[in-house]
């Protein structure tokens, strides 16, 4: 685990806004990890990221998750960028979500990222686990996270950090 975190950027939504994007990422880390603590203005939406604006067919892989009393696991494919929640963000609480982009600045190596989010939703706690390749050797230098059919509310914060090797 690396020693270092420093923090690259911060958004603080001021409107509800479905898109945050995080451009000029320096090449100065070995890995990022982005914060955010979320909630949409209704429910039903994916939040999802994408890699230096790439819509091609270069993201997939896995799932867990809990839909009430019973467990979702499954493969994904897709052309939209990498799931981060699925079905799960609501305009009642805050979802907290951590994301770990590894060897972003390696120009040599597809990207793999993992990420985890919790809600309280529809009285119930939903966690989900989201383990995802972006088979891309290019560096990471922008990213977009957002959601696929309503905006974040206001007070919505994303955090970038750096992580420096140990």
Not at 22 to 40: H, M, N, Q
Not at 76 to 92: F, P, V
Not at 124 to 135: A, K, L, Y
Request: charged share 10%.
């Amino acid at each position: 685990m690396a020693a270092t975190y420093e923090p690259i950027a911060t958004t603080t939504l001021g409107s509800a806004t479905a898109t945050v994007t995080f451009s000029s990422i320096p090449g100065t880390y070995t890995d990022l990890r982005l914060i955010a603590k979320v909630k949409e203005t209704s429910t039903a939406g994916d939040s999802r990221m994408r890699f230096n604006g790439d819509t091609g067919t270069n993201y997939n892989g896995t799932r867990v998750l809990r839909s009430y009393s019973t467990a979702v696991t499954g493969t994904i494919n897709t052309t939209n960028g990498l799931w981060i929640t699925q079905n799960s963000l609501n305009s009642l609480s805050w979802a907290m979500i951590e994301i770990d982009i590894n060897s972003y600045s390696s120009s040599i190596a597809y990207k793999t990222i993992f990420a985890t989010n919790s809600n309280a939703s529809y009285d119930q706690q939903i966690p989900q686990v989201f383990n995802f390749t972006w088979r891309n050797t290019a560096v990471v230098t922008s990213l977009d996270f957002f959601n696929t059919s309503t905006p974040y509310v206001i007070g919505s914060t994303f955090t970038l950090y750096g992580i420096k090797a140990a």
